[in-house]
């Protein structure tokens, strides 16, 4: 599929909140393909004046407006998603009626509020992309390619306009400089006996640059002594329907298993670890699976997040059966992203609630709730630990927050550009080293456990990389999952 030209400007999708499940879904597939996605989830950040930065995301930035509906939509009488609307039909008149921009998109069979768009249109006479049932794929698919020619049709008009700018090349290979409402000035060429020498010169220049940026990127902070390649190395990539993925999420294993989450289809992929042969997929309500995301091992259980019903469901792992589901206000469960298990208890990465909850893997009882500034949670998305430390990967901070698992108190916070993470949405630790999936940048960041120094990025075509959502490591092996791609990245640590 190709990718859309780099351009000024990103996808807004306008959403209410009972439907983020549907749009974090919508996000991946958009995101995996190269578009660029506002969600007010990761782009909102404390002390923002959020109803004036939201409506600069819809006024000047926003190249696609999708407007997403369902009956949860048409039930709420009051949302900030009618305040979004009215700021997009405002665009919409302003809009040249040919051109498309908002994009009407139903999650379930829902009425589109029947809304003027001026010169006699209205909201429901837009061709809209339908996201479930039979027609899902083939809708988003059908959106995905709309958005991309929209996108595409930006980059081709910044691309044109760039020949006529100061700087452009002329008929007779001068450069012409203006500025505006100025005389276009011609500067005269480089002779042409000179320009051999001057290509030679640009040529090893450019080699020169592009080896210190090699090593200025692979050595984050500059030349770092001591600084060591990546530890890890494809092993194989599983894909197919033979393995029922369906945009899979997060994934985590014992040694001898590795388990999938498949929000769409609110199931779980089981496989062998040796092999990565199938061994069964558990889906249906008798197992409790509702928005299936994080999902963790430990022991004789598989413990699994929904974010769908806020809840968390422990199943048996020798046979997939359900052992009992979690639910209930006393949990202080705001959509569930994450989850992992110490062996003595299980912690929750609360996506809404920016707080992590910790139970007792035993009889699944609350131990407590971690919250507050001084954590720097910011829409936690991932999170791995041990006995000693937690780990939580936090989507909307670009960064990584270490706790203690003993007390739960905060640890260190580790953010910056160096450390290469881009959207971060899920972690793993092996005992040596804490891996990080970054989904916006399509890449794995590798750090000591020991202190949290950066190892290596791992990105590239080589990887399979498509929208990494999910992580998982056992020490010899790092297990990602490419929700854009369908399938799993096997790579083999050490």
Avoid at 461 to 484: E, K, L, R
Wanted: aromatic residues 8%; proline residues 5%; charged residues 15%.
């Amino acid at each position: 599929m190709s990718r859309p030209g780099k351009v000024a400007g990103h996808v807004f999708i306008s959403y209410v909140r009972e439907d983020s499940h549907r749009v974090d879904q919508l996000q991946q597939k958009l995101e995996a393909a190269g578009i660029p996605v506002w969600r007010d989830t990761a782009d909102l950040w404390p002390g923002e004046d959020w109803r004036a930065k939201i409506r600069r995301a819809i006024t000047d930035n926003a190249l696609v407006f999708i407007a997403c509906f369902s009956s949860a939509s048409s039930a709420r009488y009051k949302s900030y998603q009618n305040e979004e609307l009215t700021l997009a039909m405002e665009q919409m008149r302003r809009r040249n009626p040919d051109d498309p921009w908002l994009i009407p998109v139903r999650f379930d069979e829902c009425e589109i509020p029947d809304r003027a768009i001026g010169g006699g249109r209205t909201l429901p006479s837009i061709q809209r992309a339908d996201l479930f049932g039979d027609r899902s794929d083939d809708g988003t698919a059908r959106l995905v390619a709309a958005i991309q020619r929209i996108l595409g049709g930006h980059s081709d008009s910044e691309a044109a306009d760039g020949d006529h700018r100061p700087g452009a090349l002329t008929d007779d290979g001068s450069r012409a400089t203006a500025a505006a409402g100025v005389t276009w000035l011609r500067v005269r060429p480089w002779p042409r006996r000179a320009r051999p020498a001057l290509m030679v010169a640009v040529t090893v220049g450019a080699l020169l640059l592009a080896a210190l940026f090699a090593v200025i990127f692979r050595w984050p902070g500059g030349l770092r002594p001591g600084s060591h390649g990546p530890s890890a190395a494809i092993a194989r990539v599983y894909s197919g329907a033979s393995y029922g993925f369906n945009a899979p999420n997060r994934i985590a294993d014992d040694g001898t298993h590795v388990w999938v989450t498949n929000p769409p289809g609110n199931s779980v992929t089981e496989l062998n670890a040796s092999d990565g042969s199938l061994v069964r997929t558990l889906t249906g309500a008798s197992y409790g699976l509702d928005g299936p995301v994080g999902i963790a091992v430990g022991g004789a259980h598989v413990w699994v997040a929904n974010t769908n019903s806020n809840s968390v469901t422990e199943l048996n792992a020798s046979d997939g059966s359900l052992v009992r589901t979690l639910t209930g206000a006393s949990y202080s469960f705001g959509r569930p992203y994450a989850i992992a298990v110490d062996g003595t208890h299980v912690w929750v990465a609360n996506n809404y609630g920016n707080s992590v909850t910790e139970l007792n893997a035993s009889d699944g009882s609350l131990v407590r709730t971690l919250a507050g500034a001084s954590y720097s949670f910011s829409y936690p998305a991932g999170i791995a630990g041990d006995s000693s430390h937690i780990w939580v990967a936090n989507s909307g901070g670009n960064s990584v927050t270490e706790v203690n698992a003993s007390d739960g108190s905060w640890v260190a916070t580790l953010a910056g550009a160096r450390y290469g993470f881009y959207v971060p949405r899920a972690i793993a630790l092996d005992g040596t080293h804490v891996w990080v999936a970054n989904v916006d940048g399509n890449s794995v960041t590798e750090l000591n456990a020991s202190d949290g120094s950066w190892v290596a990025t791992l990105a590239g075509a080589s990887y399979g990389f498509q929208g990494p959502w999910g992580m998982a490591a056992d020490g010899t092996h790092v297990w990602v999952t490419n929700s854009g791609g369908n399938s799993v990245t096997e790579l083999t640590a050490g």
